[in-house]
């Protein structure tokens, strides 16, 4: 297996462009979350799902952030409309079962001019 | 409100030093996780360890849930071990899928 993979590696876009983030899990695994990274706030649970359903977004910050999973080997988090201070660097990551461990992705570095 | 704390915040060492990365937590967890990160690369996943101890290669994770503390220990460090690690708790249920996350030491090997 590849692993957890995101696209893009790196996203540069300008104030109040809509930005979509994309993820494809292992498969088999049945956990997936998005997490953002910051200097100031470091690692943050955004949102999760289990089997395609969102379990707990009361992490996403605002109602600009909107995530989906429509099956077991895709998930998207969209930003819309992005502001700088969402630069960050979003991580997704799967697991099987809640006690199985975490593989995540390699990220996706976020600058929002 | 379960916190996760980490000591030292910074680290450095030189090749061939033991290192000791230690990680305390206020409220009792399912599972406790250590994670690697490498400067401006992805999150690696080291342990997950509930009780006792693990051991892979040169690095040993431990965890004593009485005291609600964890160590990394890196044996033999090298240059390449130089990296942010990162612990973080399982929350016991009904929240066991949450992490919540220490603030990470940043670890510095020098050859």
């Known amino acids: 297996d590849a692993g957890v993979i995101q696209s893009p590696r790196h996203e540069v876009t300008e104030m109040g462009q809509e930005v979509t983030l994309r993820c494809k899990p292992i498969?088999?695994?049945?956990?997936l979350f998005w997490y953002r990274q910051t200097m100031m706030r470091g690692l943050e649970l955004l949102i999760y799902?289990?089997?395609?359903?969102?379990?707990?977004d009361s992490g996403m910050p605002e109602d600009r952030f909107s995530a989906k999973m429509p099956n077991a080997s895709f998930s998207t988090l969209k930003i819309q409309p992005s502001e700088p201070r969402d630069s960050a660097v979003y991580f997704c990551a799967s697991s099987f079962t809640v006690r199985g461990g975490y593989t995540f992705g390699s990220g996706t570095r976020l600058t929002v001019v | 409100k379960n916190e996760v704390e980490q000591s030292p915040q910074n680290l450095t060492a030189q090749e061939g030093e033991f290192i000791t990365i230690n990680c305390s937590y206020s409220v009792g967890i399912s599972a406790l996780h250590w994670l690697q990160q490498h400067p401006g690369g992805g999150i690696v996943s080291l342990f997950m360890?509930?009780?006792g101890k693990k051991k892979h290669g040169r690095l040993i994770a431990t965890i004593n849930i009485q005291e609600k503390h964890s160590s990394l220990h890196i044996t033999a460090s090298h240059p390449r071990d130089s990296a942010v690690y990162i612990c973080a708790g399982q929350n016991p249920p009904p929240d066991t899928d949450k992490l919540i996350f220490g603030t990470g030491t940043r670890l510095q090997v020098f050859p």
């Open positions: 360890l509930s009780s």
């Open positions: 498969s088999g695994h049945d956990y």
């Open positions: 799902f289990n089997n395609n359903v969102p379990i707990d």
